[in-house]
């Protein structure tokens, strides 16, 4: 009897733990989605005001600024749920005096931990870098490059509806041509909803290169090799990308061939 008492013992005590594992891993966590992207935009709205008021501005209030955001948690085949600091949020917001770049936000990666809270760390090219210059010329800390939040466990975490375009970014710097003269495009999916899907063409000394269509899910990267051979004598390959689903670069894409 008391062989058989400890065994159910043993085997309470792994199905306790292995409930509190599933837990700790995300489900029925109170970290959630729909609760960061109602915490977030508020504790960077009244940040981002405060930076302004720190260089001399008092034209932006929280309200003004409508903040939004859209978080995903390690991509799109990871529920978005639990603590860790695979979290990334795309806040988008209004200030007439530094507008956005063409995706209309910008990217933050969080850790957020258990207990509620959050560190953000923001996107330098856009809010800038850990010191700001005030007026007075003093170098003083930017509010906004890194700062802490949290949220309440029992707030609503019904969907905000919030959502953002993924953004195809290039990532070569130049192209080398394989055995049968093709070349190969290197890209990225950002985070985003939809991911990114498109087409892309490219000339190479007067030669059409494509066109080529592409599909990527947001948070990942490929390579989109051309279908027809660089001409030999060509030293530049003039990439263009049009989007149909997601965003990316408006321009031509002009990258050096690299030859052995």
Not at 27 to 53: C, D, K
Not at 77 to 88: N, T
Not at 100 to 114: A, D, I, R, T
Not at 192 to 208: M, P, Q
Request: include cysteine; hydrophobic fraction near 35%.
């Amino acid at each position: 009897m008391r062989r058989i008492i400890l065994v159910a013992l043993i085997a309470l005590v792994t199905v306790v733990a292995f409930g509190s594992a599933v837990a700790a891993g995300g489900h029925g966590s109170s970290v959630t989605r729909a609760r960061l992207e109602r915490s977030l935009p508020v504790t960077f709205a009244n940040l981002y005001v405060e930076q302004a008021r720190i260089l001399g501005r008092d034209d932006l209030t929280p309200e003004s600024l409508h903040a939004e955001a859209m978080c995903d948690k390690h991509g799109p085949d990871v529920a978005d749920v639990g603590p860790g600091g695979d979290w990334v949020c795309l806040i988008g917001w209004t200030d007439p005096k530094m507008p956005l770049p063409p995706e209309g936000y910008g990217k933050f990666e969080l850790n957020v931990h258990s207990n509620d809270c959050y560190t953000v760390t923001g996107p330098s090219k856009i809010i800038g870098f850990l010191t700001i210059t005030d007026p007075r010329g003093l170098e003083v800390i930017n509010p906004v490059f890194e700062f802490d939040g949290c949220f309440d466990p029992n707030g609503d975490n019904t969907s905000t509806g919030v959502a953002f375009p993924s953004l195809l970014s290039v990532t070569s710097t130049s192209v080398a041509p394989d055995d049968q003269g093709r070349v190969g495009l290197q890209v990225s999916c950002g985070a985003g909803r939809g991911g990114c899907l498109g087409t892309v063409t490219a000339k190479a000394g007067g030669r059409d290169l494509g066109p080529l269509p592409y599909s990527l899910q947001e948070q990942s990267t490929g390579t989109l090799t051309l279908p027809t051979s660089v001409p030999d004598s060509a030293n530049e390959v003039s990439f263009r990308l049009r989007s149909a689903t997601g965003v990316g670069p408006t321009s031509p894409v002009p990258l050096p061939v690299q030859r052995p």
